[in-house]
């Protein structure tokens, strides 16, 4: 008799329980919804005009495969709001199904949904809507160590102005967004909810742990607020940013936004947190001084970047 034994997970791969973990532990409850959906929310809200047809479906309102998982979310949402359910956090991890040349894909994907309150109701804060702000931090979660990027986007599910693709690391990982006002209308919801939908494989990867030793020397901290093009992404500006510091030691954290009086039309202001530092020395006044000059004068001879006096 031969026995037979496990092999180890390899450790650079996260295991779906992992995922499934950090979301609960930030207050999502997992659903598991049919993988047969309508047909015209497969045309009108996911946008796919050639759906995979069941042959023998075994209702009319589960006649194709779905191509997201969107729209199990959306009725789960609705069946609890029917309950009188006013907080609403629900995730689904499973595959969709999308006809391409060499027959039919089987991606695996991770969705979430947040409804009504970004806190549960208590007396030390406000009961403030969730927005795609608080849900963005849970993506940031749920891909750390790896760093979480968004650019604004549009796609025919989500809110306009509400709405971005997801990068993790440098690739395409999926959708972040508010849901679009025709449909929040269509589904009768006095809110809209705050939606995201993720490639599993994107986050899979596990980057192994690196041994780095503690800073003997302090952080210096200097906060600057450029003026930018008022249609300007926040997220370009810092990827500038990083890209003319790049190679040293240095992290930018935005803290602010403002438009209005004092700033000239057209324009906006964002104000940076800049943390620097030497792992070789402690640095001096003169030092930081000019490691900022250097950066406002290549934004601003690149990018028409301007200092905010």
């Avoid at 069941?54 to 495969?65: D, Q, R, W, Y």
């Avoid at 970004?118 to 406000?126: D, L, R, V």
Wanted: one cysteine or more; a neutral charge.
């Amino acid at each position: 008799n031969s026995e037979l034994s496990m092999l180890p997970a390899p450790e650079a791969v996260r295991s779906v329980d992992a995922l499934k973990a950090i979301l609960v532990a930030r207050e999502y409850h997992e659903i598991v919804s049919y993988s047969f959906v309508d047909r015209a929310w497969e045309s009108d809200i996911a946008g796919n005009l050639e759906p995979i047809a069941l042959k023998n479906p075994i209702a009319n309102h589960m006649s194709v495969m779905r191509s997201s998982l969107l729209g199990g979310l959306l009725d789960a949402l609705r069946h609890n709001l029917n309950r009188q359910q006013a907080r609403i956090r629900i995730f689904e991890l499973g595959r969709c199904f999308i006809r391409n040349a060499d027959g039919i894909e089987q991606p695996e994907r991770v969705a979430g949904l947040c409804y009504g309150s970004a806190f549960p109701e208590q007396w030390g804060a406000e009961a403030g809507a969730v927005d795609i702000f608080d849900v963005k931090a849970d993506l940031a979660a749920l891909c750390a160590p790896l760093p979480l990027r968004t650019e604004a986007a549009q796609r025919n599910v989500f809110h306009p102005g509400r709405c971005a693709r997801v990068f993790i690391g440098d690739s395409f990982a999926g959708w972040l967004g508010a849901l679009h006002p025709k449909w929040q209308q269509q589904y009768g919801l006095p809110q809209a909810p705050v939606l995201f939908e993720l490639e599993y494989t994107s986050l899979a990867e596990k980057t192994r742990p690196r041994h780095r030793e503690v800073p003997r020397f302090p952080t210096v901290r200097r906060d600057l607020a450029l003026l930018v093009d008022e249609k300007e992404p926040a997220q370009i500006v810092i990827d500038r940013l990083r890209q003319v510091a790049s190679g040293k030691s240095v992290e930018f954290e935005l803290f602010d936004a403002y438009c209005g009086q004092g700033v000239e039309s057209g324009k906006k202001s964002l104000a940076f947190r800049i943390l620097l530092q030497d792992t070789q020395k402690t640095l001096i006044d003169a030092e930081v001084d000019a490691f900022i000059a250097e950066i406002l004068q290549v934004v601003g001879e690149k990018f028409g970047y301007k200092l905010r006096i």
